[in-house]
Structures are given as structure tokens and as C-alpha cells.
């Protein structure tokens, strides 16, 4: 069973950043793509950004030029960087594995996820 724990969420004004942290269990981490997701008021949940177990990534065109995932895999951890915020990326941000097999919708587990709230 996958454990995961999101973290580094707040508040930030428009044009501000954050960093997220995923922390994952570890028998699974280095043998899958890793994904964060995201889930805004009334809106279905998506994917935002992935990345390979070789570092390769893939980004939603809404975030693209912005967002940038990484891993650790020596700290079981992928991140995301967030920069140049948008009020509409306001959202529950979540991240889960292997994001290139399912769809959001097939996922069965989701850790607790990390509010991002961008307003001035």
C-alpha cells in the first residue's frame, strides 16, 4: 500500500512561488513515475505535471514555462516548483504514482494533499 504526504502549500499573491513536497513510501517510489495532480473548487481533478524515473517530465499547458517537478529518489521525495502563481491555480495539490497508466478517476489512494491559495 502506497503511503504519500503532501506538503509546502499556503497562501502567495499573485506572481509569488511555492515548493511542494511529496514524501512517498519507499518500495515503490524508484520503480514508478511519479505525478502531482491538482483539484480546484468545482472542478475535476488533473493532472499538472509528471515525471519519469529518469527525470524525463511531461507539464499540463496551463503550467507549462511555470511549474517544474523533480525527484529525489535517495529521499523517496518529488517536488514541485511553483512560480509565477495565477489566481486560477488556486487548488487542493496532490501527487500519486505511475500518472502515464490510469486515469485520475482509476486512482483508489490519495494522500490528505496541500491547499495552494493564490489571492492579493
Known sequence: QVHLVESGGGLVQPGG???LSCAASGSIFTIYPMGWFRQAP???RELVAAITTGGNTNYADSVKGRFTISRDNAKNTVYLQMNSLKPEDTAVYLCNVDPYSRPVNEYEYWG???QVTVSS
Do not use: H, P
Open 42 to 44: 468545482g472542478k475535476q
Open 112 to 114: 490528505q494533499g496541500t
Open 17 to 19: 512561488s511555492l515548493r
